[in-house]
């Protein structure tokens, strides 16, 4: 019997990704800041081994990665190990799994041993999950924050963001994200066009204001 999957609202996934991300870093000791550590997460975090296989008959063509809950392992595609950016989102995908499909896919106890991240089709399952994984690399305030600062020209234009989200990349430090990645995070997040850029900017400075003034007492 399929699993029936939750409906989860972005905001809900965002905050979980963020709130995971916090408690993640502060429990490894790392410093906030710079590329999200999600190998140093998977492993010594969350107790995860990872196992590197061929893409042979044990691991369908269409499939790059996969969670064995039972057995705490995250499957890694080996031919996607050398494209960092790839490989990051893979990892951040099956730990957003971890944290968001772990325990009613224990539950339901299906005869799939394992849920895997590949091929065309995007069940709800992998589309929270890509989703997770896009907040957890990459930190929605720093992405806002860098790509204000950047004074960008023509983002309505596929060769704009993409131009927008390599500056991203650079000026944040989140070296382990594709270029790909990036741009659909900007776009996720309404900052790939004009407009959009400038009402996130608008919305995050006047919740900054607010909190500086009831800070002091103001509010």
Known sequence: MAISWPELSTAHIEEKAASFRLDAIQTLGLEAGGPVPVEQIAEIYLGYELDFVEQDESLPSDVIGGIDFDNKTIIVNSSI???????????????????????????????????????????????QADRFAEALLM???????????IQTARPMFHKGRIALASKVIKASGLSNVSVTAMAMRLQHLNLSTRSGWFGNYIRWALKRIGRKLNKKGYL
Not at 83 to 108: D, N
């Open 139 to 149: 930190p929605k305030e720093l992405v806002i924050t860098t790509s204000h600062s």
């Open 81 to 127: 190990e050398s494209h960092l950016g790839r490989y990051s989102f893979t990892i951040a995908h099956e730990i957003a799994h971890h944290v968001l499909h772990r325990e009613i896919f224990m539950e339901s106890r299906t005869d799939d041993k394992i849920m895997c991240r590949g091929g065309k089709s995007r069940p709800i399952e992998e589309m």
